[in-house]
């Protein structure tokens, strides 16, 4: 008979590394099997099954807290200078330290909001989008700051417009 090898131990470890990383390959590879052992018992037993589904909800929540950090918080960005590294003096320590700025992800917001609001927004996009003759997919493959640049547009002539109905009123 062949010892089984992934043992208890080699198991909760497979689920650490797969919390940690969302990496059913990295696990695998972690615990010291083989990725196709990994998914043979994901298949073949429930209770395996069940804390995989767990190990990756909390590996997901993990990357959903790091997309709303970087989003809505931002990040300390090192500012490049003349291809060096820009300091200045901490008025605290008086140490040299990296100069910094505060950057926010717009597309990681962007994504993120569609995530939790995807068809509400797809909803209210359709009808603002019908109501000039535009295609909602052809908008939504646009880049986003096009995007922008058109909805602006499109609310200046709808101003216009409604500017030249009021006055044909008279």
Not at 45 to 56: G, H, I, N, V, Y
Not at 66 to 83: D, N, S
């Amino acid at each position: 008979m062949i010892p089984n090898i992934f043992t208890p131990e080699r198991r909760e470890l497979f689920f650490q590394v797969l919390e940690d990383t969302c990496s059913p390959k990295q696990a695998a590879a972690a615990a010291g099997i083989s990725r196709q052992t990994a998914f043979y018992h994901k298949a073949n037993d429930p209770e395996f099954r069940s804390r995989w589904d767990k190990a990756l909800e909390v590996a997901l929540d993990a990357l959903l807290e790091e997309a709303y950090r970087r989003a809505a918080l931002g990040y300390e960005e090192p500012v490049i200078h003349g291809g060096r590294l820009s300091t200045v003096i901490d008025p605290e320590s008086g140490e040299e330290r990296p100069l910094t700025v505060r950057k926010h992800s717009d597309r990681l917001l962007e994504v993120l909001l569609k995530f939790r609001y995807g068809d509400q927004m797809a909803d209210r996009l359709k009808v603002k989008v019908d109501s000039v003759g535009l295609d909602a997919d052809a908008l939504l493959r646009m880049p986003s700051e096009e995007r922008a640049q058109l909805t602006a547009l499109l609310a200046k002539y709808q101003a216009n417009k409604i500017e030249e109905d009021d006055d044909g009123e008279d």
